[in-house]
């Protein structure tokens, strides 16, 4: 059988993969760029899409524009330690988080509030690895404590889940909305046709 590349590439996965290009090259939101969408392309990719090789792709295109924001941009270094490896382990808790969603096939309220609070949960110890092995790992910071590490910890954590919960909300209500419109518009065409 001979598969076609463009037949095997779903759109889901290049609008995801665009999502990250175009907001992961300065990680912080500004006046003149979006926050960073890393995290919210993870959890929505194993909630819609799955699959071990766009895991794969996905982690290899982070590394990518990491490197040229670096490089090419001028995008600080600060980030890049021992402990970059353990972006690893923080995006399979956000892919984990969305491919347990999954189960969840319709959407209802107590559905939609359970899986609300697996992205919190996903977000967090996404946030508690990264932010954690950074801290331990980074060599930024010479006197380690747990008062320290908790403080920086409390600055850091509301935008790094918030974002996050922003970005995966709005893009899960867009698209179930755009997925509802041809149910919606056959609805109104039949008791249009009654009336």
Known sequence: MNITLASSIRPGAV??????????FHHVGSAFSLPDASLAVFFLAGLWLGGRYLFIALLLEAGLIDYLA???????????????VFLIPTYAAMWIGGQWCAKFP?????????????LVMAASIAFLISNGSFYLLSGRYTDLSWGRYFAQAAEYYPSYVGYTLCYTVAIFSIVKLFMALPDMRNKYAAIDKRG
């Open 15 to 24: 609008a995801l993969m665009a999502l990250m290009a175009a907001t992961r």
């Open 70 to 84: 670096i490089t090419h941009n001028g995008v600080s270094d600060f980030c890049i330690s021992q402990a970059y």
């Open 106 to 118: 319709v959407l209802s309220a107590a559905s939609a509030m359970q899986q609300f609070a697996a």
